[in-house]
């Protein structure tokens, strides 16, 4: 980083970030991040969520980290919260996130085959 103007621009991308772990939002999105969600590729799992977020330009939509949901051998785990609902996806992978956000955060259709579990507020 050699001038202020690049200083800005980092700023403004890390308020970006911010925004998508705070505040208020019509979907939110807790990837597990136990050891074991760890292992299994959570951390690849939460940066596809935020660079689709963001390639998106997605302003409403919380990115939140848990611990071990409890479910080790079903990691990594992604719980989706929008419209009263809660879904839990088992076994996402990158592709997966970018799916979870195209078809149930934009479109509200539930990714059928990767649900684990689902509860009603």
């Given at each position: ?103 149930h955060v ?15 507020k």
């Amino acid at each position: 980083m050699t001038t202020l103007d690049e200083l800005r621009k980092l700023k403004e991308k890390a308020l970006d970030d911010l925004k998508t772990r705070e505040g208020k939002a019509s979907a939110k999105i807790t990837v597990g991040m136990g050891t074991c969600g760890i292992a299994a590729g959570a951390r690849e799992v939460t940066t596809a969520f935020m660079e689709e977020i963001q390639k998106r330009n997605l302003k409403d939509i919380i990115v939140a980290q848990s611990g071990c949901m409890g479910f080790c051998e079903q990691e990594p785990l992604v719980e989706v919260e929008k419209d009263g609902q809660k879904i839990i996806y088992k076994k996402v992978t990158v592709e997966g996130a970018k799916k979870i956000v195209a078809e149930h955060v934009i479109n509200g259709n539930v990714v059928g085959d990767m649900v684990f579990a689902s509860e009603e507020k």
